[in-house]
């Protein structure tokens, strides 16, 4: 499968506790976003990377949430002391653009649905 | 909060009619993606339209973009039941390329 992947599919956890999602982008992709969807809502963009570095990050990402992408490969998606407001569908997406400022289609991968108790 | 509001938020049709969804948002769009999302799947690229008054059709499916590139459509002719889910536009805001903002998205039901 050369699809995107992301890991676990579904966390539950208590509040207060860590948790960290990777996220496998399409091998030659060098962008990836991170957004958060919630029932009834659109994707809510939260941060984005062009190959390792970060260019973007939504002020909705407050200082709990941190994303990283070392090699400009996967990207870990890292929220501390989980509140139960950070329930939601994590999405992540990845695309290729050869030009700068050029958008080509973003893939998706299946999500990781957190739920917080 | 969302700065692409679409319109309408619900739609039920009986298959066979037209549906039509619209995205309008606050500043200009550099260019505009439509995807599909499935109930209980992710979103899926539909189409990007990039020139003011952009017109691209796929089967039955016909996309616009505005003149003035803060408006787009998505026309479905004769649905079928396969065209359930729900449809976000997406995009840019002005010409900050690295911030990507999803519409509310339009949910459509397709009664066979």
């Known amino acids: 499968d050369t699809g995107v992947s992301q890991n676990p599919r579904h966390k539950i956890t208590k509040r207060g506790q860590n948790v960290t999602f990777r996220c496998d982008p399409i091998?030659?992709?060098?962008?990836l976003y991170w957004y958060r969807q919630t029932l009834g809502q659109g994707p809510e963009f939260l941060t984005y990377f062009q190959n390792e570095a970060q260019l973007e990050k939504s002020r909705l990402l407050s200082d709990r949430f941190s994303a990283e992408r070392p090699k400009g490969s996967f990207s870990t998606l890292e929220i501390q002391r989980t509140e139960q407001g950070d329930s939601a569908m994590y999405l992540c997406?990845?695309?290729?653009?050869?030009?700068?400022?050029?958008?080509?289609?973003?893939?998706f991968g299946p999500g990781t649905r957190l739920t917080v108790l | 909060g969302q700065q692409v509001m679409q319109i309408p938020q619900y739609q039920h049709v009986q298959e066979g009619e037209d549906f039509t969804t619209y995205c309008n948002s606050s500043?200009?769009?550099?260019?505009i993606q439509w995807y599909k999302q499935r109930p209980g799947g992710h979103p899926v690229f539909l189409i990007q339209l990039v020139k003011s008054g952009e017109v691209k059709k796929q089967k039955r499916l016909t996309f616009q973009f505005g003149e003035a590139k803060k408006n787009s459509s998505l026309h479905i002719t004769a649905t079928q039941t396969t065209d359930v889910g729900t449809y976000f536009c997406?995009?840019?805001?002005?010409?900050?390329?690295?911030?990507?903002?999803f519409g509310s998205g339009t949910k459509l039901n397709v009664k066979p």
């Open positions: 500043t200009t769009l550099s260019n």
């Open positions: 997406a995009g840019p805001l002005g010409y900050n390329f690295n911030k990507f903002y």
């Open positions: 091998s030659e992709h060098n962008r």
């Open positions: 997406a990845s695309s290729l653009a050869r030009l700068a400022g050029a958008y080509n289609e973003q893939f």
